[in-house]
Structure formats: structure tokens, C-alpha cells
């Protein structure tokens, strides 16, 4: 009686083991699918505007903002460095043809030049113009590339640490109140980097994303997608 009691001991452990080690097996392959099928994924992400998305010129080849994306879906960007609301028009005519028919999730970085450039103290009329410009520029962005507002994210504006850009943080946050107004309007998405870029080893070149900060921007997208 003893040794049958061991053997259905040993019995037992053997099938819990079994039955663990299939959960861990089920458990990787539902993980690795939502890594890997691209069901789960954007088809194609499309980056537009300005160094925020075009960042590769301050960091390191391969650990840009789009370089970073690409290891999670197929990015094409037209976004370039010290680009203004008013470039945008021509970013779209560079978008590849693949990206519009095929309704690319779309992220949208703009603003942030026209306010260090031409808003240098807070001004709410200038703040208004600019935003108006803004919101046309959006809105032309949908239309042209057809796209479902759940598809487009708007990327806010972060405070970059350095002391000589502290004149504009509230410039900033009323931009990023307006920018939320105008997303819940419409039902587009909102890129927090005024939250998620808090630390200076998130910036390099004083304003730029650097390696560390173009990561948190990934990680945060991919849980926008």
C-alpha cells in the first residue's frame, strides 16, 4: 500500500508538471502571436512633421524614433527636421502611394518650431492663430489620406528641460489643452510626450529626443496602436 501511495504521488507531480509546462507553452505562443501577426499591428505607421518623428541626425544610426518603430512594423516617414505647420502640405506629397491606399496609422508631430520660432513669449491670440492653422492642417491630413480618426495620433508637445526653453512651458500647456479639446472632438488619438519625456536623459541636443527618449515614444505609441 505504501508503494502504490508513493507511485500515485509521483503520479501526480508528473501530470501537474506536464500541466504547467503546457501553460507555459500556451502562454509564450499567445505572447509571441501578439508580437509577430500582424493582424494585431498597424499595417504601415506613417510619421509625420517634425525632429520629434525625424530624429536619426541626434542619435545614433539605428536607435532613432523611426528605427526603433521599425522593429515593431513597417514605418515610412516623411516627417523632416525643423519642419513647420505650414511644411506639412508638402510632407504629404512625398507620402509613398502604398501609405495612402492603404490607410496607414498615422502620427502627427507639428507646432513645436512655429511656437520657438514665432511665439517667443505667451501670447494667447498668437496661440489661437497658430492652433487654427493647426487644426486645418489636420483635418487636411485626414481627407487626403482618407483616414478613420482612430488611425491618426497627435503627438503633444513636451517641455524639454533645459533652462533656456522654460519661457515657453506655458505656452506649452495651453497648446496641449487645446490639442486635447480638439482630439476629443474628433476622436483622434493623443501621444502624451509631455508626460511620458520628463527627465533630461530623455533629451539630447537640449530639445531632441535622444536614444532613451525616442524608446519611451515607441513603447508609448505601441500601446496607442
Keep these: 500500500l505504501y508503494f502504490l501511495y508513493i507511485l500515485m504521488v509521483i503520479q501526480f507531480l508528473l501530470l501537474f508538471s506536464i500541466l504547467i509546462l503546457l501553460f507555459i507553452i500556451l502562454s509564450n505562443m499567445f505572447r509571441i502571436e501578439g ?37 515593431y512594423t513597417k514605418v515610412d516617414i516623411v516627417a523632416r527636421d525643423g519642419a513647420k505647420v505650414q511644411d506639412i502640405s508638402q510632407q504629404l506629397l512625398a507620402c ?48 487626403t489620406l482618407k483616414i478613420p480618426p482612430e488611425q491618426i495620433i497627435l503627438c503633444n508637445i513636451y517641455y524639454p528641460p533645459s ?32 508626460t511620458t519625456m520628463n527627465a533630461e536623459e530623455d533629451f539630447t541636443h537640449e530639445i531632441e529626443p535622444s536614444r532613451i527618449g525616442g524608446g519611451k515614444i515607441v513603447e508609448t505609441l505601441k500601446g496607442l496602436f
Design 96 to 143: 509613398h502611394p502604398s501609405s495612402s491606399s492603404s490607410a496607414p496609422t498615422v502620427v502627427i508631430s507639428i507646432g513645436g518650431n512655429n511656437i520657438l520660432e514665432e511665439i517667443p513669449y505667451y501670447n494667447e491670440e498668437d496661440i489661437d492663430t497658430l492652433f487654427d492653422e493647426y487644426k486645418n492642417t489636420i483635418i487636411h491630413i485626414k481627407n
Design 35 to 71: 508580437l509577430t501577426n500582424p493582424q494585431l499591428r498597424p499595417q504601415t505607421v506613417l510619421l509625420i512633421g517634425d525632429s520629434m518623428l525625424k530624429n536619426d541626425t541626434y542619435v545614433d544610426k539605428g536607435y532613432s524614433v523611426s528605427d526603433q518603430l521599425r522593429q
Design 163 to 194: 533652462y533656456m526653453y522654460r519661457k515657453y512651458d506655458k505656452t506649452i500647456t495651453t497648446w496641449n489643452k487645446r490639442l486635447d479639446q480638439f482630439a476629443s472632438k474628433h476622436k483622434f488619438k493623443i501621444l502624451n510626450v509631455a
